[in-house]
């Protein structure tokens, strides 16, 4: 037992008693005190493993990293206040630029539909020429069947009623010539009268086709005229 040295207590016993000395009313003397206490640390924990860490080295080291880091904390910090200037500073310029393509745009989409506007006006007008072209022409039909049709049809019932009213008078005239030679001749009397008759139910016949014709040329040209302005007015609700 008397070859052995004696041990080193210094590292076990060191800051145990340092931490029962503090007086807590002297805080002076608590940071002389921890200061100690690290150097009394870095010397135990050098002579423990015999000085193969270098505790001040890692310690300057560290300290470097972190200044680095501190140090590209600002730049980024820098660069991110450069960043949201730039972008503060543009912001007007952009939005300026943004309205100006907003509005080209605008003008081309307005130069656009007035283009395809006016070509729907432009259809639209050879669609209401056409139908007035088509209103004239029923116009110039109903004037025709006014004026020149009715006029040829009354004098063609006109004709009709006089030659009527002179066969009637001659009816009359026989009749009463007949009246006289009644009793010498009633078979000639009733041969002409049933003659007198016929002739006159076939021109009433006459004159009822000529009116069915007319009604149906009419109703005929009519029907194609309608049925073309049917036509334009469906062409006409496709642009309504």
Same mark, same amino acid.
């Given at each position: 037992?008397?070859?052995?040295? !004696?041990?080193?207590? +210094?590292?076990? /016993?060191? !800051? ?16 002389? /005190? ?9 010397? *135990?924990?050098? &002579? ?29 910090? =820098?660069?991110?206040? +450069?960043?949201? @200037? $730039?972008?503060?500073?543009?912001? !007007?310029?952009? *939005?300026?630029? *943004?309205?100006? @393509?907003?509005?080209? /745009? @605008?003008?081309?989409?307005? *130069? ?19 139908? $007035? ?16 049709? $009715?006029?040829?049809?009354?004098? %063609? ?9 002179? #066969?009637?008078?001659? #009816? ?14 009633? &078979?000639? %009397? /009733?041969? %002409?009268?049933? +003659? ?19 009604? #149906? ?15 334009? =007015?469906?062409? =006409?609700?496709?642009?309504?």
């Amino acid at each position: 037992m008397s070859g052995k040295e !004696p041990r080193d207590t +210094s590292y076990r /016993s060191s !800051p145990l008693l340092l931490s029962d000395s503090l007086d807590e009313s002297d805080r002076n003397d608590e940071n002389v /005190s921890r200061l100690c206490l690290t150097s009394s640390y870095d010397g *135990a924990i050098e &002579r423990a493993l015999g000085g193969g860490i270098p505790v001040n080295q890692i310690q300057q080291e560290f300290i470097s990293a972190a200044e680095k880091y501190i140090k590209d904390m600002e730049l980024l910090t =820098l660069k991110e206040r +450069s960043l949201l @200037m $730039e972008i503060k500073e543009s912001l !007007p310029r952009e *939005a300026k630029r *943004a309205l100006c @393509m907003v509005k080209d /745009s @605008m003008q081309q989409m307005h *130069a656009k539909y007035a283009k395809h506007l006016d070509e729907k006006l432009n259809e639209l007008t050879a669609v209401l020429t056409r139908v $007035e072209h088509l209103h004239e022409e029923i116009i110039e039909f109903k004037q025709w069947e006014d004026e020149d049709g $009715e006029s040829k049809m009354d004098s %063609f019932l006109q004709e009709a009623m006089e030659k009527k009213l002179k #066969i009637e008078s001659i #009816i009359e005239e026989t009749i009463s010539e007949l009246n006289q030679k009644r009793q010498n001749d009633e &078979r000639l %009397f /009733s041969e %002409f009268s049933e +003659s007198i008759n016929q002739q006159v139910r076939y021109s009433i016949q006459i004159i009822e086709c000529c009116l069915q014709k007319s009604d #149906i040329r009419r109703k005929n040209l009519l029907d194609a005229k309608l049925s073309e302005l049917k036509i334009v =007015l469906r062409e =006409l609700k496709k642009y309504a």
